[in-house]
């Protein structure tokens, strides 16, 4: 079975900070890890996906996710954040047959 | 590319009645699923299709829940009859089915049963 645990639900963080966002999952398979961002009264877009290869991957908007395998992580970082960064944004894991699990989500705040 | 496209937006009626939602996936994506999203839940899986066979509904809800996918364009989720703890935003999302493929969301139906 799979699983993925957001341990924060909210982070507070001030503009042009830094953040990271903790993801970390279970599987006894390889998976592929995905994180997903979701802007007020829409859908979920994809930020950046993790499949194979180097560990570090960039995604949309000056976002990047490190795969740790050994500590079975895939936390999202940004160097710098923006307003427009103020979302929902969730960690998800997929396997064998395109099951799709989601973490509960961690609410990203930017404080000006 | 259109994205995945949901009808309608906003859903208002009352308990008792039936609800239908629908969603169209993009083109050549042969796997849809739908999912709810409540403040209480979060995200929970209902359904999903392979092909336009439903392949796992043990998400859903209960009997008055029924999905539908007719042809690879077309899918409805279906509430009969909706009760107020069936508010929620609904999601359709698409991808291929293979096994690294991303999924693909619309904007979702908010539905609301007073």
């Known amino acids: 079975a799979q699983s993925v645990t957001q341990l924060d639900s909210q982070v507070p963080v001030f503009e042009e900070a830094p953040v990271e966002l903790r993801c970390n999952y279970s599987s006894s398979v390889s998976v592929y890890l995905f994180w997903y961002v979701q802007y007020p009264n829409q859908g979920l877009q994809l930020l950046l996906k993790?499949?194979?290869?180097?560990?570090l991957v960039k995604g949309i908007n000056g976002f990047e996710a490190e795969f740790n395998k050994s500590q079975t992580s895939f936390h999202l970082r940004k160097p710098s954040v923006h307003i427009s960064d103020t979302a929902e944004y969730f960690c998800a894991v997929s396997g064998s047959g395109n099951q799709f699990y989601f973490g509960t989500g961690t609410s990203l705040t930017v404080i000006p | 590319d259109a994205g995945v496209i949901q009808s309608p937006r906003h859903e208002v009626t009352e308990m008792g009645q039936e609800v239908t939602l629908r969603c169209k996936p993009i083109?050549?994506?042969?796997?849809l699923f739908w999912y709810r999203q409540t403040m209480m839940r979060g995200l929970e899986l209902l359904i999903y299709f392979n092909n336009n066979v439903p392949i796992d509904d043990s998400g859903m809800p209960e009997d008055r829940f029924s999905a539908k996918m007719p042809n690879a364009s077309f899918s409805t989720l279906k509430i009969q009859p909706s009760e107020p703890r069936d508010s929620a935003v609904y999601f359709c999302?698409?991808?291929?089915?293979?096994?690294?493929?991303?999924?693909?969301f619309g904007n979702g139906t908010r539905l609301t049963v007073t």
């Open positions: 999302a698409s991808s291929l089915w293979v096994e690294n493929s991303p999924l693909h």
């Open positions: 083109s050549g994506h042969n796997s």
């Open positions: 993790y499949l194979s290869g180097s560990t």
